[in-house]
């Protein structure tokens, strides 16, 4: 088998997407809803969008948290995911990323699930501490934060919880000894932390999709 060329490999993205996830049309309007807003095309391409709705629904997670909501189409294919009484709780640090989130959430009928909330990571998860743990969390947030917010993955988890790293790839600059950018060694500490801590298992894949290459963390709290 050759290595893939950008063509193949888009081409392919683009005969998995049609062919296995189709119009959605409350996902595509948050995505141009999005777009109109100004804010940037860093979503989770549509593949891996149902990735994480069918890894929610294989754990059979009724509370998930995800960290880093932009303008909610990952949050979307989540609560689509989830059984009545599910919630999602999803974490943005700008109020008007929050604002777009919001109504596309609701136009796509998924409102009631969804709990926004409004500020950075590092603030926001203490205040989750007294909530019933959760069943499935997804950082996609600020890179250089990973190992802070897997440690409070593990926190409001509990065995049994599936815990998904988005970005780990970077386009392999993150096995790059030469890149000290802090997002890349934010990206490694993350890596080391989910090798090291005991309270994970984990792995990583490497992804080509939509949004080019780039990589996923899994990691199941033990
Ligand atoms: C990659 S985007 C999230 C994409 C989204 N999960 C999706 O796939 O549709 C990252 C988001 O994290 C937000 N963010 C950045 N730093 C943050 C922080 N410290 N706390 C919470 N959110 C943050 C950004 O404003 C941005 O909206």
Redesign the pocket.
């Known amino acids: 088998m050759s290595d893939p060329t950008p063509d193949g490999w888009r081409a392919l993205d683009r005969y998995f997407t049609d062919t296995l996830v189709g119009a959605e049309p409350g996902l595509d309007q948050a995505v141009r809803d999005q777009a109109d807003a100004g804010m940037p095309a ?3 391409a549509p593949v891996n969008g149902k990735f994480l709705h069918l890894l929610a629904r294989i754990a059979g997670a009724r509370r998930v948290l ?9 949050t979307i294919w989540l609560a689509r995911a989830l059984p009545e009484g599910g919630r999602v709780v999803t ?4 109020p008007a ?1 929050a604002a777009v989130a919001r109504a596309s959430i609701d136009r796509a009928g998924v409102g009631a699930l969804v709990d926004i909330r409004v500020g ?3 603030h926001v998860l203490p205040t989750l501490a007294g909530e019933e743990p959760f069943d499935l969390v997804f950082i ?3 890179k250089e ?1 990973g190992a802070l917010y897997l440690d409070w993955a593990a926190r409001l988890g509990h065995p049994g919880t599936v815990v998904v790293v988005d970005n780990v790839g970077r386009a392999g600059r993150v096995a790059d000894p030469g890149d000290t950018s802090a997002q890349v060694e934010g990206t490694r500490r993350a890596l080391e932390l989910l090798a090291s801590d005991p309270r994970f298992e984990a792995t990583a894949l490497q992804t080509l999709d939509a949004k080019g290459w780039d990589g996923i963390a899994v990691a199941l709290v033990v």
Request: cysteine-free.
């Open positions: 860093i979503e989770v995800e960290i880093g909501t932009l303008g909610g189409y990952s974490i943005e640090a700008e990323n950075r990571g590092e996609d947030a600020d934060s």
